[in-house]
């Protein structure tokens, strides 16, 4: 398992090496050669919208130039308070567009 830090929420986000098969599987050219990124967009993401399909998750999204000729890498974290406070990822992709979520946070 891989944690990374973040400041958005406060704590850190795991990813579990069965999410990070699963990344690697259905979206190879995000894993492995970009785990970097995924870090990096929970660090400073440049919007975080909630997820339209799972109420207890936010997409962190952020834009990268050099990615793919500019695409955004998109971050789905879901958050659990019961047993215990635990944000976890789910998945992660690369997109030019951003098509789900209503807006919680983006930078100026």
Avoid at 24 to 41: S, V
Wanted: proline residues 6%; glycine residues 4%; contains cysteine.
């Amino acid at each position: 398992m891989t944690t990374f830090p973040c400041p958005y929420l406060g704590s850190e986000v795991e990813l579990s090496d069965e999410r990070e098969r699963h990344i690697a599987e259905t979206h190879p050219e995000l894993l492995p050669e970009h785990k970097d990124q995924i870090g990096d967009t929970l660090l400073d993401p440049d919007q975080v919208r909630r997820s339209t399909r799972f109420g207890n998750a936010r997409l962190f999204a952020k834009w990268y130039d050099d990615l793919l000729k500019g695409e955004h890498v998109v971050v789905v974290v879901v958050s659990e308070a019961q047993p215990r406070d635990r944000n976890w990822i789910v998945t992660a992709y690369v997109t030019s567009k951003i098509a789900e979520g209503d807006s919680e946070w983006k930078r100026n």
